[in-house]
């Protein structure tokens, strides 16, 4: 699974990060990021991150977590 970041859409809520903390990060304004790789808007989702990266864009307010499932 892959996952897509549209910062323009974050809202700084702090749902993403406290749902998976090993995955989002936040900008110094609090816009999301992804841990290590913070110019990145699109990352691959390692198998144990992905129910709370699901989780995250579920309940993301501004729908700024995109998922995409491999084909």
């Not at 700084?12 to 290590?36: K, M, N, R, S, W």
């Not at 990266?53 to 998922?67: F, G, M, N, Y």
Request: with cysteine; net charge negative.
């Amino acid at each position: 699974m892959k996952c897509e970041i549209v910062p323009e859409r974050c809202i700084a809520c702090g749902l993403c990060q406290a749902l998976a903390p090993h995955f989002f990060d936040y900008t110094d304004e609090g816009i999301v990021t992804f841990i290590g790789e913070p110019h990145a808007l699109q990352e691959f989702v390692p198998e144990e991150e992905q129910p709370g990266v699901i989780q995250s864009a579920k309940r993301c307010p501004a729908h700024a977590i995109l998922l995409h499932n491999p084909l």
